[in-house]
């Protein structure tokens, strides 16, 4: 089969997903590289359609065996991936996010909820760090960064798919409802008045992160339980958002995990 061209049809179509307003529309997005693709083909119905190069379909055979796969030209490829150096496959799929009343209604030892994160490398990276801390799901709340930015998607190393990620646009609404479950909503201030290494974190939780640049608002800040502070012993001033959540959800999963 001759290897589908940039200038096709299908690759076009798929490479204007590259638009959040289009990835709306369609509710479909591009997931970038083995790790997403081998993710997405983890959920059942997620995958609509994988676009491969020749060299890449040899490489992961294993991975791709089974799965919808077109093959592209490296230059149609390219055009499909915001990568520096593309890995050769990427995915058209489905989203995953669920409503929040079926996230807290799971019960959650371990939440972590994003407000107003607007980095897709910082989204990402938090959702990668709740996978591997052994959080229960992720929470994109507020005017966070959409779930499904490329950029989001690749920051996330396959964990997208690993979880349960909600999307609310009212943050305040997240944190009652993670309340109402039975849930200690604590947030992530350097100001706070609890130091988080004196902080009780053996029940269930959910972590409270604001946005880069000016953190938690104070009114969402208010809701919360506690305010938490990240003890500061050397001279820095404080920890980016993605390495505060590690911090975080670390200490959390230590003492549950206990």
């Avoid at 061209?5 to 289009?22: D, H, M, T, Y």
């Avoid at 790790?35 to 997620?46: F, I, M, P, Q, Y």
């Avoid at 909503?185 to 008045?193: F, I, Q, S």
Wanted: glycine letters at 6%; one cysteine or more.
């Amino acid at each position: 089969m001759q290897p589908l061209s940039a200038s096709n049809a299908r690759v076009k179509e798929a490479r204007k997903l590259s638009r959040r307003s289009v990835r709306t529309e369609r509710r479909l997005f591009l997931a970038d590289g083995p790790k997403a693709v081998e993710g997405a083909l983890g959920v059942d119905g997620c995958v609509v359609e994988v676009f491969a190069t020749t060299s890449a379909l040899d490489q992961h055979a294993a991975l791709l065996a089974t799965a919808p796969v077109t093959l592209v030209d490296e230059r149609a490829l390219a055009s499909l991936s915001d990568s520096v150096s593309p890995a050769g496959v990427v995915a058209v799929c489905r989203p995953v996010d669920a409503p929040l009343e079926h996230v807290v209604a799971a019960s959650p030892r371990l939440l972590a909820v994003c407000a107003d994160v607007r980095d897709p490398g910082n989204a990402g990276t938090v959702i990668r760090t709740a996978d591997a801390a052994g959080a229960d799901a992720v929470v994109l709340a507020g005017h966070s960064v959409d779930a499904y930015n490329p950029k989001t998607v690749r920051s996330t190393v396959g964990s997208l798919f690993h979880l349960p990620l909600a999307v609310e646009p009212d943050a305040a609404a997240v944190v009652r409802a993670a309340q109402a479950r039975g849930l200690t909503v604590l947030a992530a201030d350097g100001a706070g008045e609890v130091d988080l290494f004196e902080a009780d974190l053996t029940g269930p939780t959910a972590w409270l992160f604001g946005n880069e640049a000016w953190g938690l608002p104070d009114e969402l800040a208010a809701l919360a339980d506690h305010r938490v502070a990240i003890p500061i012993h050397g001279r820095a001033e404080s920890l980016n958002l993605s390495t505060a959540a590690a911090v975080c959800l670390y200490a959390s999963a230590r003492a549950q995990h206990r």
